[in-house]
């Protein structure tokens, strides 16, 4: 068997012109723009390339972008007031405050001061607290993306073994939820589970989150499963000479695409669509804001 390729950067331009219909309708019909503010603190470079990556494209589907770099030495305070002042302020729809944050802030406080309608990444703990019971809230972009690209492929996941490998409060956690919610059976696998290959032959759905690179083989993959990948990791590839890298996901892909139904690759898959559901989350939270009707399809 070889797997059908689930092509992210081509759903993810979908779901883009989707956000860009209902950008351009809220701006006719309302004299709205939505904002999304990103606050990045401090310039490690691969946060720098997706900050960059993600203004270019809340412009190109109409959006406004506010971009916010503070010094890596910023203080707790000066970050707080920032936030409140973006809380408070009327043409923000949306906040993201880039992780990982420097070590001496406490990223715990500095997410839940975030105004939880503007928590377009889903992490302030209201939201996960409201994804957790079934509630109207903001999900969390990679998780929502992930969703699309499986509803897309199955229609209905109902009944489905899912085992998410990774416990991380920003994939793994909400993920399951997502998957729960549309009634799964879900497994949480990490690092301590034992025989994990056997757990994850059991998957009809396998969601790898753990960000080690190509740690799950083709051979612990089940006959036709579908499997998403979420790791991007940068590996050195001599092969392509002295010093060059590549990136690579959690799954080993040319083994795993000999075996599953369908496959998401790395780069082109997930992340794609992470950026593409931050534009989407940035909509709908500007839509709930005026007290207006949400984008459908476009949440969980
Ligand atoms: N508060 C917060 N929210 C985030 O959503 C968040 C964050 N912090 N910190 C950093 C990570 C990383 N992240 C990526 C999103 C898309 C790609 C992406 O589109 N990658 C391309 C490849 C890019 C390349 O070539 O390097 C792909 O997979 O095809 C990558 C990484 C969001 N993050």
């Not at 990103?38 to 270019?56: F, N, T």
């Not at 998401?264 to 709930?288: E, K, S, W």
Request: aromatic share 2%; with cysteine; hydrophobic share 40%.
């Amino acid at each position: 068997m070889t797997a059908t390729i689930i092509d992210g950067k081509a759903f993810a331009a979908k779901v883009r012109e989707q956000v860009a219909g209902h950008v351009s309708r809220l701006k006719e019909e309302h004299g709205i723009t939505p904002g999304l503010a990103v606050v990045l603190v401090g310039e490690d470079p691969a946060s720098q390339v997706y900050v960059r990556s993600k203004g270019k494209q809340t412009v190109e589907v109409g959006m406004n972008s506010y971009e916010h770099k503070l010094d890596a030495e910023t203080s707790e305070a000066d970050l707080l007031a920032l936030i409140d002042q973006l809380n408070n302020d009327p043409s923000v729809h949306g906040i993201l405050v880039q992780l990982p944050l420097p070590e001496h802030l406490d990223s715990d406080l500095v997410i839940n001061a975030i105004d939880p309608a503007k928590d377009v990444d889903g992490f302030h703990i209201s939201n996960v607290g409201l994804l957790g019971t079934g509630q109207k809230s903001m999900v969390p972009c990679t998780p929502l993306g992930c969703l699309m690209m499986l509803r897309d492929h199955h229609g209905s996941l109902s009944g489905m073994n899912a085992v998410v490998v990774g416990r991380s409060n920003i994939v793994g956690k909400p993920m399951a939820q997502l998957l729960l919610g549309d009634s799964c059976t879900v497994t949480i696998a990490h690092s301590r589970t034992k025989d994990l290959a056997e757990v994850v032959r059991r998957a009809d759905i396998v969601v790898a989150a753990v960000g080690r690179p190509e740690m799950v083989p083709g051979d612990w993959i089940k006959e036709g499963a579908t499997v998403i990948d979420v790791g991007i990791n940068r590996i050195d590839a001599p092969e392509k000479g002295e010093g060059k890298t590549r990136l690579v996901g959690d799954v080993h892909f040319e083994s795993a695409a000999k075996v599953a139904g369908a496959i998401t690759p790395v780069p082109g898959g997930v992340g794609p669509m992470t950026i593409a559901c931050l534009l989407a989350n940035t909509v709908t939270a500007c839509c709930r804001a005026n007290g207006l009707a949400e984008p459908q399809g476009l949440t969980a």
